[in-house]
């Protein structure tokens, strides 16, 4: 474990903190917008993870393939959930996500 | 001839499919594409199919007859689709094949049904063809007539079953053709269930049959018809009967009854559903709500003789059931007389030929219930001809009527007919030649064909083949007035017969017409359209009626008006008439062994041969039949006599004085015997209490205890989990989270398990760890009670996943498991191993599975475990459990 296993480590720890951002923001905001944004971050966050562990598995690329794939399917879901906030928007004149409750009255 | 012999092999005859085939593709062409191909197309299609599968009959009986000549025995040309699935009993193996075949009886019956059902054809193209469903009515012939071929070329009781079930499907649907009235679909409901409890004494004889000949296919029922001969017990049907104790123990008193019997019986309640016998006949006069020319094709000339074919086929079962034949042949002739009786009253042309099928379908019942089975096809073959003549020519009446009367029930009462002979010739002769036919007035064909019937009813009975009776001799015989019984009742239905015919053709064809008084306001809506051309106006069948707009039109009810005349039909359907009335004629030749002929009996022969043991005559010569045919013709006489006499000569004064003098006795055939309000009260009646028990054990036990109980737990579960509803993205996002977290502590803990391989005999054991992500194992023992671990191989975890030891027997130790993930926490598995004392064995014994090995010479030799010693004889009075080694 030499200089490339402590570069590793940097990197898993700055995954962890920023999933951990993500988290928690998705937990305590409220505005829809700022949530898919959380959701963003905690998507990246597991690619870094990805393409640090990647490292150490020298000639697999196993590690950056799945973070492209992350990243086209992150491109897919944040069109859509836009979709919806737009139509909820539309709907509510609001974007605060304790507003979109129909189905529970 | 040759070519075709090789073309088609016997064991291959792909003709067959030909036959088969094309009615079915042009049932399918008409009832799915049929709207859009215009009826031109559909006339072309349905025809075609009909009229080319007649022709590969034609080829396929010709081919038939030629190697029978050869062969001079019964030949058999099969053809097999595909193999189905095989039933595994506890007797044997019966495959149950798709499997079609040609053999003498069923050649003659497919002519039968594709020839007649080509002539019904092309008299419906013209028949139906004002009708909306025209394309619908021709896919349903279609289909009628494929099913008909299954039901009689299959060579297995499963194949002819799916046929009998696609017939009566199409029975079914041409019932209710009309299905927009009430009545015609309730008939066609009501045809559709009295043949379902006929189905289910055919599927009883089927079971029956695989249990006891060990076979489905005509030729294997056949070799193992002498299984039959066997008594089964029908009663109590379990063990005993249930609290048997509180009534007396005599209800379980078994009962028993031949095996022939109960098959024969079984197998006759299929027919009398499919055949209109009593008690399920009640279904058949129902059945003329359909479309003319169904009646018929199907409740006249093919479908309904499926019984007394289904009879032809298993003849060497009936003759095996001497008891099951008598009550067959009489219910055949309380049928014949019955039905008969009924239909000298009725006034509607179509229930007065209704009757008369049923009638004369109980002859052939009497016929091959005697055990004289070509008798009885014979009368199938000339009753197709005349009672199809017959009911086509009712068809060609009503369709005349149609011209003054859009009603159903008005136009095809007798009443409203007479003088028809000036209107329509070709329909009056041929009708004419089919009465007489039908009457038995020698020499067309239900002369001879009946006449053969009374004569093998007053000779013949069933006795059972003697090598049959000879080992079981417990079997019923007839007793000597049965045949003299069944004589007297044929004779009496026979004169019955000729009343009735020949009222229904006097009334319709002589004597004044009188439609022209009855349809009060009836305008034609082509009033310049008069003449010949003026049934084109008119709707082709008779269940259109007539607006009610028209009765605002006050006229005398006594005038005659002024509107189309009845008029003869168009050629498609007089052809039919023309060929089916000459077939009447003369097919009775097929066998008239009075002048010396015998075609029929010569070709079925091969088949009957083992029917032809069963049965024995009291005139093995033939010297009676003179004697007792002379009675027969002049009873038909007598009876054609009293109907001129009563209808031509007396315009029907007789008949009403009688009727005035016995009122009670007419209003009882009026009412047909009632029987359709006895089965309304009885078991209609039944049924419905039953229905309505079950109504309302749903509504208060279903409903009331299951549903609500289940549905009140659900609710309170609800009520309690509904607070975890927030609605509140950030809440489940929430539970998430914990999940996840818990998921994840779950899967990172480290879990020590381990399976152990015991071989107690040997005395070796070993255990293995059970692997988990980034664990290192250690293993250690405790070889005392209450003594200390002992680590193998020092403190260190390592990769090895086993360890393996050996105990003494007796001796016991605890192993212990220990794991550790690549956190560095630990977890511990422990069991208790103990080696018994003994391992069931006497002393001494030897495991010779697995020490007889095969010698050097090539014999087994006797290997001992090393250090085993020498093997001595178990002591018989030793203690097994007693001292170990």
Known sequence: MSLLGNVLEHYVMLAGLIFAIGAVGFLIRRNVLVQLMCIELMLNAVNLALVGYNRVHVGDMTGHLFAFFVIAVAAAELAVGLAIVIAFYRLKSSVQSDEADALRH | MQTLQVVFPPTDFTLLAVILGLPLIGAFINGVFGKRLGNQAVTLMALGAVGASFVASLLAFFILRGQQAESQSAVRLTWTAWEWLTLNTPNARVPLEIKFSLDALNATMSLVVTGVGFLIHLYSSKYMQE??????????????????????LGDNLPVLFIGWEGVGLCSYLLIGFWFHEDANAAAGKKAFIANRVGDFGLLCAMGLLVYYSGALNWSGIEAGAAGLATQVQIWPLGREVPLAALVGQWINAPVYVDASTLVAMFLFLGCAGKSAQLPLYVWLPDAMAGPTPVSALIHAATMVTAGVYLMCRMSGVFVMAPKAMLIIAFIGAATALLAASIALVQNDIKKVLAYSTVSQLGYMFVGVGVGAFTAGFFHVLTHAFFKACLFLGAGSVIHAMHARIHDTEASQDM?????????????????????????????????????????????????????????????????????????????????????????????????????????????DPHAHAHGDDAHAAHDGHDDHGHGGDHDHHAFDPDEPREGPRPHESPWQMTTPLVVLAALAAVAGFLNAPLIG????????????????????????????????????????????????????????????????????????????????????????????????FFNWADRWIIDGIVARLTAGIA???????????????????????????????????????????????????????????????????????????????????????????????????????????????????????????TDGRPPGSVDFNTMIQQGADGRPRLVLPPGHPEPTLPDPGADPQGGAQ
């Open chain 2, 715 to 837: 609710r309170l579960f609800g009520s309690v989990l509904r607070f975890t509803q927030t609605g509140r993205v950030q809440a489940y996002a929430a539970a998430m989270v914990v999940g996840t977290a818990l998921v994840g502590y779950y899967l990172l803990t480290p879990r020590a398990s381990a399976q152990l391989f015991e071989d107690d005999r040997a005395g070796s054991y070993r255990v293995e760890a059970a692997p988990g992500l980034g664990y290192s194992y250690r293993f250690s023992s405790q070889l005392t009670e209450d003594g200390e671990f002992q680590l193998e191989a020092g403190d260190a975890f390592h990769d090895r996943r086993t360890t393996s030891f050996n105990l003494e027997r007796g001796q016991s130790r605890t192993v212990r498991v220990e794991v550790k993930d690549a956190f560095g926490h630990t977890s511990k598995w422990e069991r208790r191993i103990e080696r018994p004392k």
């Open chain 2, 131 to 152: 009708d909306p469903g025209y394309y619908r009515f021709f896919a349903y012939l279609n289909l009628f007539v494929f099913s008909m071929l299954v039901l009689i």
């Open chain 2, 415 to 523: 009443r409203n007919m007479g003088g028809m002979k000036a209107f329509m010739p070709i329909t009056h002769v041929t009708f004419l030649i089919s009465c007489i036919a039908i009457a038995g007035i020698p020499p067309l064909a239900g002369f001879w064909s009946k006449d053969e019937i009374l004569y093998m009813a007053y000779t013949q009975s069933v006795s059972a083949p003697e090598a049959v009776r000879a080992v079981y001799p417990g079997l019923y015989q007839w007793p000597a007035w049965a045949g003299k019984a069944l004589y007297v009742m044929g004779l009496l239905g026979a004169l019955m017969t000729a009343f009735y015919m020949f009222r229904l053709y006097i009334r319709i064809f002589h004597g004044e017409f009188k439609g022209w008084t009855i349809v009060k306001g009836w305008v």
């Open chain 2, 597 to 692: 002929l015998h075609v029929l009996d010569d070709w079925l022969a091969p088949i009957f041969t083992l029917a032809k043991t069963g049965v024995t005559s009291v005139d093995p010569e033939h010297a009676m039949m003179l004697t007792l045919a002379i009675p027969s013709v002049l009873i038909a006489a007598t009876g054609v006599g009293v109907a001129v006499y009563f209808y031509y000569l007396k315009g029907g004064e007789p008949a009403a004085a009688i009727a005035e003098k016995a009122p009670g006795v007419h209003r009882f055939l009026m009412g047909k015997w009632y029987v359709d309000e006895l089965y309304e009260e009885t078991v209609i009646g039944a049924i419905d209490s039953l229905a309505e």
